[in-house]
């Protein structure tokens, strides 16, 4: 069964998320689907008691449907319009990619193991 569009967005919890997240978000650096959703995971997940944990999985099941590729591409549409034109290239394959930039691999070069991977990193070394 195909899902119908949600106010424009892939469907409901694309545009929720996007509307309650990332709405206000003005970016400086191009983004990624997987940069969209370790985002979510890392700062707006519960975690702690037995409680919590229960609806941790609630929010992962409704997270699981949410289109991060289409959340990026806007925010990255807000990077051009208040750059102007914006080239992004992979530093992997060094192709001109939407889904890429200098410090992040696209994601066809990229699986999302390695992404959390680096993340993770990327925040040990801001601490």
Do not use: G, L, W
């Given at each position: 069964m195909e899902q119908e569009k949600y106010n424009g967005w892939t469907n409901y919890e694309t545009w929720r998320v996007n509307l309650e997240v990332f709405d206000e978000?003005?970016?400086?650096?191009?983004?990624?689907?997987?940069?969209?959703?370790?985002?979510?995971?890392e700062n707006m997940l519960p975690r702690g008691t037995e409680k919590l944990m229960i609806v941790n999985g609630w929010l992962r099941c409704f997270l699981e449907n949410i289109n991060w590729q289409e959340i990026a591409d806007a925010l990255n549409e807000r990077i051009e319009k208040k750059e102007g034109s914006i080239k992004m290239i992979c530093s992997i394959c060094k192709l001109?990619?939407?889904?890429?930039?200098?410090?992040?691999?696209?994601?066809?070069?990229?699986?999302?193991?390695?992404?959390?991977?680096?993340?993770?990193?990327?925040?040990?070394?801001?601490?």
């Open positions: 978000m003005q970016p400086d650096e191009p983004m990624t689907a997987e940069v969209c959703e370790v985002f979510v995971e001109e990619k939407a889904s890429a930039c200098k410090v992040i691999p696209c994601a066809d070069c990229m699986n999302e193991t390695t992404a959390k991977q680096m993340y993770k990193k990327k925040e040990e070394i801001s601490h």
